[in-house]
């Protein structure tokens, strides 16, 4: 039972443009929601969160959006950048543990 | 400020051997974390430490998988008489509160292979 679905296995763009990376979940009782970045061999890197009780989260080029209803986040990256290329998971926040979808792999095009 | 750290990065055993993994965590972090992630997949969650307790360990194996976080030392994850499908790659992560709203930190990982 995958409470957190990362559909697309992988997304390639060019340089400069926008990246979408979307996330959909299950369990109503999540109620914070989170964004990591991994290289390979090193371990996930937290890079942007949002709670339920709000919609949306921008950070420098990285903004969240969250739409409870729908049971779905998406991580935009405007604009993108060649070291961006990483595998990028979407994290759920409830009874004290995370549950992660299985990760979309980003390649950015220079 | 060194970040959470976890050693072995590489780990090989034989069939049946014993698997202890360590992980030390931030510096003020008193919640840690242990997750795995086989090929293809993305990290699972298998206990939440605090100090000298266990809060929760739903997602570990009932059997031959035990974590400990002592009050000195190193949080220890030990995998007894390891079989091939133990092969993962095993994440720790601390935070500094409660789990919800603290973001978890994670180390670099230990690479399991059981031949």
């Known amino acids: 039972d995958q409470q957190v679905k990362q559909n697309s296995p992988s997304l390639s763009v060019q340089e400069g443009r926008i990246s979408i990376l979307n996330c959909d979940y299950t369990?109503?009782?999540?109620?914070?929601f989170l964004w990591y970045k991994k290289y390979p061999a090193e371990g996930p890197t937290f890079l942007i969160s949002i709670s339920s009780i709000k919609d949306k989260n921008e950070d420098g080029r990285f903004t969240v959006f969250l739409n409870k209803s729908a049971k779905h986040l998406s991580l935009h990256i405007v604009p993108s950048q060649p070291g961006d290329s990483a595998v990028y998971f979407c994290a759920a926040s409830g009874n004290s543990k995370l549950t992660f979808g299985k990760g979309i792999t980003l390649s950015v095009r220079p | 400020n060194a970040g959470v750290m976890q050693n072995p990065r590489h780990l090989v055993r034989r069939r049946g051997q014993e698997a202890r993994l360590r992980c030390s965590p931030m510096?003020?972090?008193?919640?840690v974390y242990w997750y795995r992630q086989l090929p293809e997949e993305g990290l699972k969650f298998m206990v939440y430490?605090?100090?000298?307790?266990?809060?929760?360990e739903s997602g570990m194996p009932k059997e031959r998988f035990s974590a400990e976080f002592p009050k000195e030392g190193p949080s220890i994850l030990r995998i007894q008489q390891v079989v091939r499908g133990d092969s993962a790659a095993y994440f720790c992560a601390s935070s500094y509160g409660l789990p919800g709203y603290n973001e978890q930190f994670f180390g670099p990982g230990t690479r399991l292979t059981v031949l």
């Open positions: 369990n109503s009782m999540f109620d914070y």
């Open positions: 510096k003020g972090h008193s919640h």
């Open positions: 430490l605090q100090k000298e307790n266990i809060i929760d």
